[in-house]
């Protein structure tokens, strides 16, 4: 009765104490996401910053917005979104192909909803009464335990016979098939977003405090009201027991993710192992969201000349003559070009489209892939723009070449390498930001060696190189940088988060601002201040999860210097080393080269793209690169969407991608039958 009244107490006192503390806390974050709301309200300009961040937008999720019912099932070809808006039917799959007769079939895209997950997962609790501390504490205790053990023996002997013959049942966690697949597709829904926010971990670590502490204080009332529990303990220590559990006791965790992928004929699914962070962080790569959505991946890693290991993703179609390159931009990765699943996102629109789709990586991660693996960070990190429009886009597009030629020869062996300009595929580049102006300098520099550069057209986003006209917040970077560029590059190698910790951090309050819409508007709004009064979406950026707690892309100093460089001259140069000596050495000349001034040894069409609201790269920086093309005759377009700097990678934008499409579709395939021509 006693200890009745006494459990009862605990459990009150307990859930009152839970009660209050989630109570105190669920205040205070009210309070923040409050002021928050004033700050916001009061602050100039953010009708303009948040527009269009409603919704799903805001959150970092890799489905893009809910399909139309037609498309229920996931179909994930872009063409069918595009060109049949109209159609309003019911059917569960669609296979597509190049629209071109290029001598092959291209195979069906694969469905985006095919890649069903299947967990099994249980959990496996292995008490281990017995180490090497344990032994020896019971030798040292041995007659102790021996005069205390004969009256628990003796009242084992006689008071607990009868119940010997009943074996313990242990319980079994069983469940039944349809309460298994609830979990399975409950399961299968909250993976889409494995977070938890900052919040959510301290509403997790406060219950299982309390939880810890009341269940400390329970067993001390128990110890000290129930003399039977105290004999039970004083028993259980003098005769320990070494459990030594079944099979049926001990489950291994087995995770895997039946994923259909393309193989060279048909497609098959194949088994992936899939892992979950225990502190609930996103760390999904590029391979995770291709595979997840069912499409064909594969990894390809290059070496620079210089040492550097450049991961090349591909989304592959072996069998096509057309290929795709696409380069990201400053502080981003490969996951930019599938951020919007099926439906938005370049690289999933191009493979659909019957390309080969090549996803390129610069170097700059903080994990440091590097040949020498002893490399220290000012070392690594010692690079400018030069580095990646003359070492790790001709590494990726010689891989490319290399690739792309040995799969087609395998496939035909009578192609010529020497049909055609050296290659039987053409080979079009999608570039964003900094990527731009690395793919410029890759084909000018190129074209200055007398090398090929293999491209056959050009498709640049909002692409950097002419920064003049920015706006006041880049003009006082540019001051800071070329005033203390001396003294900041022996302090600050690059910027990136440096310790796990932080970067953890930040992966959970990209959940959080999406939890708490006030909060998340006026980071988003302090963000757009920093970088001009650009509206893309920069929380929703920062919860992708190539920032997570294990790597990160970062900005080298030598990278900002040199945009710092371009802004204050008013030309696309190449790095100035800061002497007429060591320009010399590199350029053989004592300025840095003007690439603007070579833009007519472009021999390729070239597409440039600007953004009505893009702050950062505004339109007149990337129309002076069109004023230059034009005056040296290249073949080069311009045209303007109502976009902010991040929508032409991270926003779901159809008009775009068809534009994008339909560049790409200007580029005719080889025919195979003019490769035979040729080669006879």
């Not at 006494?6 to 009660?19: G, H, M, P």
């Not at 629209?99 to 195979?107: H, M």
């Not at 320009?583 to 009505?612: F, H, Q, R, T, W």
Request: aromatic letters at 10%.
């Amino acid at each position: 009765m006693v200890l009745r009244l006494v459990d009862n107490l605990i459990a009150i006192t307990k859930e009152s104490v839970k009660t209050f503390t989630y109570e105190s806390l669920n205040n205070i974050v009210r309070l923040i996401n409050g002021i928050s709301a004033i700050l916001l309200a009061i602050l100039p300009g953010k009708a303009t910053i948040l527009e269009g961040l409603q919704g799903w937008e805001l959150r970092p999720a890799f489905r893009g917005p809910r399909l139309p019912r037609w498309m229920g099932n996931g179909v994930s070809s872009f063409n069918q979104l595009i060109h049949e808006l109209s159609v309003d039917s019911d059917t569960s799959s669609v296979d597509y192909s190049s629209g071109e007769d290029d001598g092959y079939s291209s195979p069906a895209s694969p469905k985006s909803q095919s890649s069903r997950m299947s967990w099994a997962s249980s959990v496996a609790e292995h008490d281990k009464h017995w180490t090497v501390v344990g032994y020896l504490l019971s030798w040292v205790f041995f007659p102790f335990k021996l005069l205390l053990g004969l009256p628990f023996w003796l009242y084992r002997l006689l008071f607990l016979r009868g119940n010997s013959s009943s074996p313990i049942q242990r319980p079994r966690h069983l469940q039944s098939p349809r309460k298994l697949q609830s979990w399975k597709e409950h399961f299968v829904h909250r993976a889409t977003d494995r977070r938890r926010g900052v919040i959510e971990d301290l509403h997790l670590g406060t219950e299982i405090f309390i939880e810890a502490i009341f269940d400390a204080v329970h067993k001390v009332a128990h110890f000290l009201l129930s003399p039977s529990e105290a004999f039970r303990v004083l028993s259980g220590w003098a005769f320990p027991k070494q459990h030594f559990p079944d099979s049926a006791d001990v489950h291994e965790s087995v995770e895997t993710v039946p994923t259909a992928v393309l193989g060279d004929n048909e497609a098959a699914p194949t088994e992936r192992k899939a892992t979950f962070h225990p502190l609930n962080t996103d760390a999904r790569t590029c391979q995770d969201v291709i595979t997840e959505l069912g499409y064909p991946y594969e990894a390809i890693h290059v070496v620079t000349e210089d040492g550097y290991i450049l991961l090349l993703e591909r989304i592959p179609r072996r069998d096509s003559r057309k290929a795709v390159y696409l380069q990201h931009g400053v502080m981003d990765s490969s996951m930019g070009w599938v951020s919007n699943g099926v439906v938005g996102s370049p690289a999933f629109a191009a493979f659909d489209q019957g390309y080969d789709v090549f996803l390129g990586n610069f170097r700059g991660l903080v994990s440091r892939e590097h040949v020498d693996r002893s490399i220290s960070s000012r070392q690594y990190w010692h690079y400018s723009i030069n580095e990646h429009g003359t070492k790790d886009i001709p590494a990726m597009i010689e891989k490319i070449h290399q690739v792309k030629t040995s799969e087609l020869k395998l496939r035909d062996p009578d192609l010529d390498e020497a049909n055609s300009s050296g290659q039987p595929y053409n080979l079009c580049a999608i570039c964003h930001s900094l990527g731009g102006a690395g793919i410029l300098m890759y084909v000018v520099t190129r074209r200055l060696e007398q090398k090929p550069h293999r491209l056959s057209r050009l498709i640049l986003l909002s692409p950097a190189g002419f920064h003049a006209d920015s706006n006041l917040a880049f003009t006082l970077v540019e001051y800071m940088f070329l005033a203390l560029a001396p003294i900041m590059v022996k302090l600050v190698p690059a910027f990136y988060i440096p310790t796990r910790f932080f970067r953890m951090l930040l992966n959970k309050l990209a959940r959080d601002f999406h939890n708490y819409p006030a909060v998340g508007g006026l980071v988003q709004t302090l963000m757009s201040y920093v970088v001009g009064g650009d509206s893309s979406n920069w929380v929703g950026v920062l919860g992708l999860p190539h920032y997570n707690m294990n790597d990160m892309p970062g900005v080298s100093f030598y990278v900002a210097l040199h945009l710092a460089q371009m802004k204050r001259s008013g030309k696309f140069k190449m790095f100035d080393y800061g002497s007429r000596k060591a320009n010399m050495e590199v350029y053989e000349s004592p300025e840095p080269l003007d690439l603007g001034e070579y833009y007519g040894l472009i021999d390729i069409p070239v597409d440039l793209v600007a953004g009505k609201k893009d702050k950062v790269i505004r339109p007149s920086m990337v129309r002076k690169h069109y004023d230059l093309m034009n005056e040296a005759g290249v073949d080069v377009s311009y045209t303007e969407y109502e976009y902010a700097h991040l929508d032409f990678t991270f926003s779901h934008r159809e008009e775009l991608l068809a534009y994008v499409m339909s560049r790409l579709q200007l580029v005719k395939s080889i025919p195979k039958e003019d490769l035979h021509e040729h080669s006879d």
